[in-house]
């Protein structure tokens, strides 16, 4: 019974909206890629452009940090660590995107892994 309830409001939702769900989540899906370029390429203007200026997040151990200025922060490296290859670069891959049928949001869930640049060949 719960399959055909989900089968109907597939069925019942305009083939239009389900498109643009669908090219949203890829846009996000390239917005993430070309994110993951300008990370490794420790571009911090890059990153930030694809945060809001109110953007916030929640570190690890549940640590908050508010505004675009602050976030871009976590992005820059120390010199030294720079010049050794020691920076850290993260990649994140969503595994999948959900696009909001009411809002301008999406909620990405996948893996965001850390590697030394040397690592992954970078510098």
């Given at each position: 019974?719960?399959?055909?309830?989900?089968?109907?409001?597939l069925?019942?939702?305009?083939?239009?909206?389900?498109?643009?769900?669908?090219d949203?989540?890829?846009?996000?899906?390239?917005?993430?890629?070309?994110?993951?370029?300008?990370?490794?390429?420790?571009?911090?203007?890059?990153?930030?452009?694809?945060?809001?200026?109110?953007?916030?997040?929640?570190?690890?151990?549940?640590?908050?940090?508010?505004?675009?200025?602050?976030?871009?922060?976590?992005?820059?490296?120390?010199p030294?660590?720079?010049a050794?290859?020691?920076?850290?670069?993260?990649?994140?891959?969503?595994?999948?995107?959900?696009?909001?049928?009411?809002?301008?949001?999406?909620?990405?869930?996948?893996?965001?892994?850390?590697?030394?640049?040397?690592?992954?060949?970078?510098?």
């Amino acid at each position: 019974m719960r399959l055909s309830v989900v089968a109907l409001v597939l069925i019942a939702l305009p083939l239009g909206a389900q498109k643009r769900r669908v090219d949203d989540a890829q846009a996000v899906r390239t917005a993430r890629a070309a994110q993951n370029r300008a990370i490794a390429a420790l571009d911090t203007a890059v990153i930030a452009s694809y945060w809001t200026g109110d953007v916030e997040i929640r570190r690890g151990l549940g640590v908050l940090v508010t505004g675009r200025e602050n976030y871009k922060k976590l992005f820059v490296n120390d010199p030294a660590a720079i010049a050794r290859g020691e920076e850290l670069i993260y990649q994140r891959t969503p595994a999948n995107v959900v696009v909001s049928k009411q809002w301008p949001l999406a909620y990405e869930e996948g893996t965001w892994v850390g590697h030394l640049a040397r690592q992954m060949g970078q510098r």
